[in-house]
């Protein structure tokens, strides 16, 4: 049981996150590596906002989620803008330098010590004993809990709402959304947007959960390949690549080598990427469009 | 990269000979003179901290130069590069380690891992093109990182395995001018094989396939071939750039192999200039020396001993702005400023060269 429910957590916190890689390349083909630092950003901010609104934590949450969103819409504005009709390479490689300038910047203000979002909020995390003898702590179950809103807000929002019908016309095809009267670079930086904003939500909880230090990048990271194995243009497919590489690692960590589950993640993903490289849900021809 | 004609200097190829001149010009003779009596000179002169950093700069610039041939001039993207220099470095090291081999066994050993490498590096790109090659070799370099990290604890060496000074025909280099001569050779060589396959049937098929695969194929270019190969001869180039990083330092650890390296190869590249030799050059020495000189700005700040803390951190993001204006303000590099200063001074007093005429 408790195998289960370890797996569910893992799970949650890539689904998370992959929907945020999902978002952006699927509106703008943009595979954005720095993802995992902006996450990180994102919960360093809630370090920033705790120590300031040392009175209402809830207040500090919401504020360092909001700024979140800001942040991944000025990312595009004034870097994210300048690449449109670069190559592939120039843009990958711009938020990987962005990655690492963010890296930077985080331990020039914040310093690398591991800092604890939890205590300085004044919350606790008690451990919640599950049917079956399972534990899980508060913020993994609020993790899950997360995950469902994100994904269930995402798709009522993509299916019905307004701009979500717009950003599914952008990643479509551009030209002809921009000819319908689309915006398409506040489109792009609302995906941006979006896409911190979830990543950072992940990012706080996990802070919450279990400390906060530079390291939460690897998880980013680790969370591109569930992305890439439900297809990198699918929110469903994120979903079920992240089940299958928590599923792997979980598996892996239990049953074989602890050492091994920085690598599962990847050695999924090149399995994947030589049997079916548009993913389980991907769409086949962005293969070529890339 | 043909070369383009010294123009404006009069100079013209006369016969067939003239056309595989490496050095043309009598100037450009007289500068490569220079140029190697200053290399020569360098270490004689310079205090031995400067030795060092030049050192570094000619093992950057092998790397360098592999990356630029498989990145920058046949168009596969790679993000695997440090997985590579691990994979040279670990060959080296364990071939030490567990057989005692000799310096001029382990080196073609990693030439060889190197090798075999490329080509499993470079299988996915027969299916895979521009980001999800990325992807792929990115995912390689975990799994590399992971065999080597496994491998240092399995044997007990975790912090890292010694690796002795190699011995060369009973001649221990150790000295760091010595080495200083050794990897300024390597890096010869090196600059020697990249400009001579740019200039043959190999380089032209990979710059075909980097301008247009479909119609490079149609042209009757052995696409799975040239792709394999040029991830063959990258990867054996870089395996023996991380041998000999491994001999220089005398010591191989995991923990130096990170993504961050392979980000400041690539970085080189960019900043360089993509597709040309003299870029990946140019990228090799900015790139290894720009800590440095942050790190003396930094020195120089009032404040100084305040500062002295975050140099790493002030490191790290001035590495990734400068990356990021040189991606979206100067895409063409150090060779693109270096080409428009020389273009300024050769067409001086005129402003523009003639339409059609070659760079």
């Known amino acids: 049981m408790q195998f289960v429910v370890n797996i569910m957590v893992l799970a949650a916190i890539y689904a998370l996150i992959a929907c945020g890689y999902v978002l952006i390349y699927r509106v703008s083909r943009v595979l954005n590596l720095a993802h995992g630092e902006l996450m990180m950003l994102g919960a360093y901010l809630l370090v920033a906002t705790a120590s300031a609104f040392a009175a209402s934590p809830l207040m500090a949450v919401v504020f360092a989620a909001v700024m979140s969103l800001a942040v991944g819409g000025m990312v595009y504005l004034f870097l994210m803008r300048r690449m449109t009709g670069e190559t592939v390479l120039a843009a990958v490689l711009t938020t990987v330098a962005l990655g690492i300038l963010i890296r930077g910047l985080i331990v020039l203000f914040w310093s690398a010590q591991q800092q604890h979002p939890r205590a300085m909020l004044g919350w606790d995390n008690p451990v919640i004993v599950l049917p079956g003898d399972a534990r899980i702590s508060l913020y993994s179950a609020l993790l899950i809990v997360a995950t469902v809103i994100v994904y269930g807000g995402l798709f009522l929002f993509l299916r019905f709402g307004r701009w979500g019908i717009r950003m599914r016309a952008a990643g479509q095809n551009p030209l002809l959304a921009a000819q319908r009267g689309i915006n398409l670079h506040a489109v792009f930086a609302l995906a941006w947007g979006l896409s911190t904003f979830t990543g950072a939500i992940a990012g706080m909880l996990i802070a919450l959960d279990s400390g906060l230090d530079s390291t939460m990048t690897m998880i980013g990271l680790k969370a591109f390949p569930a992305a890439l194995v439900g297809g990198l243009d699918s929110l469903v497919g994120a979903l079920i690549g992240a089940l299958i590489i928590a599923g792997a690692e979980v598996g892996v960590i239990r049953f074989i080598d602890p050492l091994l589950a920085d690598v599962v993640p990847f050695i999924v993903l090149i399995v994947m990427l030589v049997i079916r490289p548009w993913g389980l849900f991907g769409t086949r021809e962005e293969l070529d469009r890339v | ?359």
């Open chain 2, 1 to 359: 990269m043909s070369k383009p004609l010294p123009s404006a200097s009069g100079h013209f190829r006369r016969s067939y000979a003239d056309e595989f001149r490496l050095i043309e010009t009598r100037f450009a003779k007289a500068m490569t003179l220079v140029f190697a009596v200053f290399l020569i000179g360098f270490p004689f002169v310079a205090s031995p901290f400067y030795v060092d950093l030049a050192t570094q700069v000619f093992l950057a610039s092998i790397g360098a130069l592999a990356l630029m041939l498989l990145t920058g001039i046949a168009g596969q993207i790679s993000l695997g590069h440090a997985g590579l220099l691990a994979a040279g470095a670990f060959t080296a090291g364990i071939l030490y380690k567990e057989t005692a081999a000799p310096f001029w066994i382990t080196i073609p050993a990693s030439a060889v891992t190197g090798a075999v490498l490329g080509i499993v590096f470079g299988l996915p790109s027969l299916r895979l093109r521009g980001l999800y090659l990325a992807v792929s070799t990115l995912a390689l370099h975990f799994v590399v990182v992971y065999l080597g990290g496994e491998y240092e604890t399995r044997r007990g060496y975790s912090t890292g395995i010694l690796v002795d000074p190699p011995v060369v025909f009973g001649f221990e280099i150790y000295s760091p001018r010595i080495w200083y001569f050794v990897l300024a050779a390597a890096a010869g060589i090196a600059l020697l094989v990249s400009i001579n396959l740019m200039r043959s049937r190999s380089g032209r098929a990979w710059r075909a396939i980097h301008s247009n695969e479909t119609v490079a194929e149609a042209l009757g270019i052995d696409m799975a071939r040239y792709k394999l190969l040029a991830f063959v001869i990258s990867s054996a180039m870089t395996s023996v750039a991380g041998a000999l990083f491994a001999y220089y330092r005398g010591f191989v650890s995991i923990e130096a192999f990170s993504l961050y390296l392979t980000i400041q190869y690539v970085a080189m590249i960019i900043i360089g200039g993509m597709g040309n030799l003299l870029g990946a050059l140019l990228g090799a020495v900015f790139v290894t020396l720009f800590p440095y000189l942050i790190e003396g700005l930094m020195s120089a700040l009032p404040g100084a001993d305040r500062l002295a803390g975050s140099v790493f951190a002030v490191n790290y993001a001035a590495f990734g702005f400068v990356m990021i204006l040189f991606l979206v303000f100067e895409p063409q590099g150090l060779v693109g400023i270096w080409r428009r200063v020389r273009n300024y001074f050769l067409l001086w007093p005129f402003k523009h060269k003639a339409l059609g005429g070659s760079s």
